[in-house]
């Protein structure tokens, strides 16, 4: 009979634990918080120092009834919730629930779910840090003053259902002013020069302008550049300076979960809801036949660089084995901690280096192989030697003859570097994570870098290129871009991201489209209603500022109490001013439409619903005659095939579809068409928009099931010019944007303002 009980929090993590233990351990799951504040009531008291009425969640009455239970028959109890604060706070309530069943309880962590980690924690049992209980109370009833305090302003304001969070409104903040950046961009016209040179012993290689008169060239027109280029061609161009020198690269560090999401969302085009669903499966155990379930990953809630001793040593035997000693560097390599990192358990990394990816690939799902080999790839490169290059730079003056010496009037400049040593680049080919990075690749680092140039040597001008440029507006942001302007900022918690962007998404005040995060008419409404009223809260400043002190409360530097007080202060202030403002902003946000109501002859106004704007008789309620607003109902050229009727174009639930005019009498409905026939040989369809159960456009052909076309990226009617295509495709790259796309030949095309 077993004499300990474990307790967990996933139901996931129980069969591996239990397998680590033996029968004298029995392993139970919380499933979760077992306690929350109630769904109906604010459960704070604000006049007893804002203590949290926490209650038994609905449907864990069994659960709890499970644990008390098993508590009474036990000699020990060890409970090992998460080791973050969330995971303390179950902890806490667990240990009120069943403390007077058993009084041998014990607090355990550890930070991988290996026999040898789980073994060690049952051998070093902690007390609950109670310090952590109550940060994480701090921000629970933080979060649950500003969520029902707000939140019902929007309601009275807008309508019922939309919420407001402490960070989450930030973070729209953050996704609605770069909208506006980019909706305020106007672009700049400018142009770059390259020419194409070649040596008397050299293969032709290309080279930028980078100076006139030993300044930056500031070329805005196509006249500047032709006047340019005429001048270039009676000039001598000559080799002024070849620099070669090595340059090293660094590994990044092992991943924090901020890095985690950033990467997998660029790399693998995951949401950031989904890595974290594939990291906890990887964390909680997956079964590897005869092996049995285990842990493959380390914590992965974690804001620390931070590598365990043994961690180290596994890998760098790991390398020297794998790939050679050369491509061990003499010393570990050590990462610096970020400044407010709570720094409370080590990296993301594999728990144990003997399950290579493509050892336990059978094992895993696609998403799981491909999340845990990216992990897995970063650790070990994050502990290999640098990568060398050998960096070359030719500048090339252009000029008048002087003295059989050309005039510095222009400078063109060529780069390139060749690899000599990869070191981590064998483990992990690095590039810059950032969806904001420009593409600043020329022209002359599209060619190999000439060899047997010399200094002085005049070379032979093959041609000149004008190339026309426009400014770009400011990238709009991406989830894994969000992610990382959040961390930058010290908004919010790592661990908090994925459920900060999937809430903009489902309350829909954002949307995704080719992996960037759009704010929808209602996110911009919301966020001026927040901002103008509550511009003390809803700022970045603020809410970093707010995640500080929750630090503080941790570190036992500042107290509950005080630090909620602080806040709700001058909160309470904003919010009995705002009392008497609602009806001025509710009618702020009704538009006059000029038009009378066809059943009473009162105004028809444009206004708020569950479901958007509409159009609705301002003698509501006792007129109820509605419609949709203007554009949103578009007559199309097709007509009923069972009433005879217009068919127009609707926005529903799903997005757009196409019915009859007639309705409700004639209920005909069908997909939108894009207007462009499938590309399939001998299919007569044409492609329609569709949407996936969860919510996903794609395209596909209207003759499905019979045709099996199908594509996730826009179709857009025009022909491709290598290959004649029917079609292109609408597509997004982090460098250069939008783009079109030719899937039968791989052609890229600029998309131009008419194409969007």
Sequence with gaps: MPTSVVIVESVAKTKTIKKFLGKNYKVLSSVGHIKDLPKRSLGIDIEDSFQPQYITIRGKGKVLSDLKKAASSADSVYIATDPDR????????????????????????????????????????????????????????????VGYKISPILWQTIYRGLSAG?????ALRLIVEREREVLAFVPQEYWSITAKLQGKKSDAFLSNLIKIQNKKPDITNERSAKSIVDDLKIKKFAVKNITKKQVTRKPAPPFTTSTLQQAAAQRLGYSA??????????????????EGSVGLITYMRTDSTRIADEAIAEVREFIASGYGVEYVPKTARVFKVKKGAQDAHETIRPTSMQREPKKIKKFLTGDQFKLYELIWKRFVACQMSDAK??????????????????????????????????GFLQAYEDFEENDNKKDNESEAQKLKIPENLVIGEILSL???????????????????????????????RPSTYALIISTLLMRKYIEKNARQLIPTELGFTVCDILIQHFPAIFNTQFTAKMEEELDEIEDKNKDYATVINDFYSPFDEALEAIK????????????????????????LIERWGRNGKFIGCSGYPDCRYTKPLAGEEVTTDEICEKCGKPMVVKI??????????????????KPFSMGIACPKDGCAGKIVERKTKRGKTFYGCGKYPDCDFASWYKPV????????????????????????????CKTKYEQSQDDE
């Design 86 to 145: 969330e995971g303390e706070a179950i902890a806490w309530h667990i240990f009120e629930e069943i403390k007077t069943r058993n009084k041998n309880i014990h607090r355990i962590l550890f930070n991988e779910i290996t026999e040898r980690a789980v073994v060690e924690a049952i051998n070093h049992p902690l007390d609950i840090a109670v310090n952590k209980v109550e940060a994480q109370k701090a921000r629970r009833v933080l979060d649950r003053l």
């Design 166 to 170: 402490r960070v989450q409104s930030v």
């Design 273 to 290: 809801k989904k890595i974290m669903a594939i990291a906890q499966q990887l964390y909680e155990g997956t079964e590897l036949g005869d």
């Design 389 to 422: 290059l050998d960096q070359t730079t030719i500048d090339i003056k252009a000029g008048v003859l002087e003295k059989n010496e050309v005039k510095e009037e222009y400078l063109f400049r060529t780069t390139g570097s060749i690899i000599t040593f990869r």
């Design 462 to 492: 093959l041609d000149l290129i004008p190339k026309q440029h426009f400014t770009k507006p400011p990238a709009r942001f991406s989830e894994s871009s969000l992610v990382k302007e959040l961390d930058a900022l010290g908004i919010g």
């Design 580 to 603: 008497s403002k609602k009806e001025t902003i509710r009618d702020s946000l009704i538009k006059d439409t000029e038009e009378a109501c066809p059943e009473c002859g009162k105004a």
């Design 652 to 669: 529903g639930r799903y997005g757009r579809f196409i019915a009859c005019s007639g309705y409700p009498e004639c209920k005909n409905n």
């Design 717 to 744: 009617s025009s022909k491709c010019k290598n290959c004649h295509s029917t079609y292109l495709e609408q597509r997004y790259n982090k460098s250069i944007g939008n783009y079109l796309y030719c899937p039968n």
